[in-house]
Nanobody, 115 residues
């Protein structure tokens, strides 16, 4: 079992920045990859960024060049640095972990980009 807790969401003006954190606990040695997803009202949940245990990263086209996913050395915390935020980035952001064939989710953190 893996538990995920997100933090760092909030209200920011367009063009601003936020950093989200996701702390993993439990059987973290089973984690193969972690990522951030988001879901806006009336839309499906979509992948924003992911990072594998080897450090490979991938991004949605809509955030490439603006968002950066990273992790700490202990590989139990993943970050999402979000720069140049746009109103269309407004959503609930969820942390995800793929661990030995199982998917785990955090409860989500709200990000609102508005003036």
């Amino acid at each position: 079992q893996v538990q995920l807790v997100e933090s760092g969401g909030g209200l920011v003006q367009p063009g601003g920045s936020l950093r989200l954190s996701c702390a993993a606990s439990g059987s973290i040695f089973t984690i193969n990859a972690m990522g951030w997803y988001r879901q806006a009202p009336g839309k499906e949940r979509e992948l924003v960024a992911g990072i594998t245990s080897a450090g490979s990263t991938k991004y949605a086209d809509s955030v490439t060049g603006r968002f950066t996913i990273s992790r700490n050395n202990a590989r139990d915390t993943v970050y999402l640095q979000m720069n140049s935020l746009k109103p269309e980035d407004t959503a609930v952001y969820y942390c995800n972990a793929d661990a030995w064939g199982a998917k785990y989710w955090g409860r989500g953190t709200q990000v609102t980009v508005s003036s």
